[in-house]
């Protein structure tokens, strides 16, 4: 059987206010910091950030790595929302949308959530890799927004 798609969601409740962990978040050269899986930024975001805008890292996962070039669908600061659009940039037609969201729950606490939808096009990603990175990557998103809000504690403990 292969897989056509697979989706998760994930929330993070975060002790600093919503712009600040926005802010973070939207700081893409800050992604290796809370991103384990994210070594490098290969190439930075090619403006600020904004419909359409690009930016390629490196992603270590399956005991590989790949490039993985991201472009920005939707960036609303007012509203908190950031949405991109992902793909190897090795020319696979696989691709997923990320979408992250931060809420206030008061004036010093956040909540992240993020959701996920992958879309495996090639024959061995839908047969394998997608099987793999399904059972993978919910582990994987909840560790890195671990390791963000533990950033964000670790910034606000040194100002």
């Known amino acids: 059987m292969l897989l056509n798609e697979f989706t998760g969601k994930a929330s993070q409740d975060i002790d600093a206010p919503a712009d600040e962990v926005f802010g973070f978040i939207t700081d893409l050269d800050r992604l290796p910091e809370w991103n384990a899986h994210i ?5 930075r975001a090619s403006g600020p950030l904004a419909k359409d805008v ?3 890292v490196r992603i270590n996962a399956l005991g590989s790595h790949w490039h993985s070039r991201s472009r920005v669908v939707a960036y609303d600061p007012e509203q908190r929302r950031f949405e991109h659009f992902t ?3 090795d020319g696979n ?3 997923a949308n990320w979408r992250w969201h931060v809420t206030p729950i008061s004036d010093r606490r956040s909540r992240l959530d993020v959701s996920y939808d992958v879309h495996p096009r090639s024959f061995w990603r839908r047969a394998l890799f997608a099987k793999i990175r399904r059972h993978q990557l919910p582990d994987e998103v909840r560790e890195s927004l671990a390791a963000l809000a533990s950033q964000i504690r670790t910034k606000a403990s040194v100002r």
């Open 87 to 89: 793909q190897s940039d």
């Open 39 to 43: 070594p490098t930024i290969v190439e």
């Open 93 to 95: 037609p696989s691709y």
């Open 54 to 56: 690009e930016w390629v």
